[in-house]
């Protein structure tokens, strides 16, 4: 696809470096002080899934690789994979936990995902940008709270705990942010 500067990437992103093929878990552009400014990329590789944190200098590039992307639908989880099924062909896809562990606590079955490929294996699973998720668990609303900077832990149907503004409540649907595990908004019923 060709190289791009770092300062491009993005979560979900597929690149090459030093010759490995890697996959944006996380970019954050940091400027100290009267220093150059860099890119704070952790990224996990492809080939055997361990990720490390890399600073890279603002002006440097690295080569996009290419993903074949299919979607399709999750199911269920079985025995330390994740099930996702192809909607055309109804062929079942085994996902292994390692690769779902940034995203499972925002995996909901009948969730439609992105699988992606390079040369016909599986190098990622890129879920919606938001999802729709509910509140099990998190203090009572304050009476008359508004938006202000304080905000509470709640628990959610899938078991991740995220930080939510007072005024929400128990059993209420809220949208999350998949890429950043944000409170986004109230979802009306």
Known sequence: MG???VTELRKGMI????????????TQHVTPGNWR?????????????????????????VEQVGSEAREMEYLYESG???????????????????????????????????LQYIDGG???????????????DTE?????????????SATLETGVQIKVPPFVDKGELIK???RTGEYMERVKE
């Open 37 to 61: 400014g860099m890119v704070q990329c952790k990224m996990k590789s492809v080939k055997t899934g361990s990720t490390k944190q890399q600073r890279f200098g603002t002006g440097e590039k």
């Open 80 to 114: 330390g994979s994740y099930v996702f099924m192809d909607q055309n062909t109804y062929e079942e896809h085994n996902v292994p936990a390692e690769m779902m562990e940034d995203s499972k606590g925002f995996l909901l079955p009948n969730t439609m995902c992105q």
């Open 140 to 152: 009572p609303a304050l009476k008359g709270a508004t938006v202000t900077n304080q905000q509470k």
């Open 176 to 178: 999350v942010d998949t």
């Open 122 to 136: 599986l190098v990622g699973v890129d879920l919606p940008t938001t999802v729709n998720l509910r509140v099990t």
């Open 15 to 26: 690149f090459r470096w030093e010759g490995e093929l890697y996959r944006v878990a996380e």
């Open 3 to 5: 190289m791009i500067n």
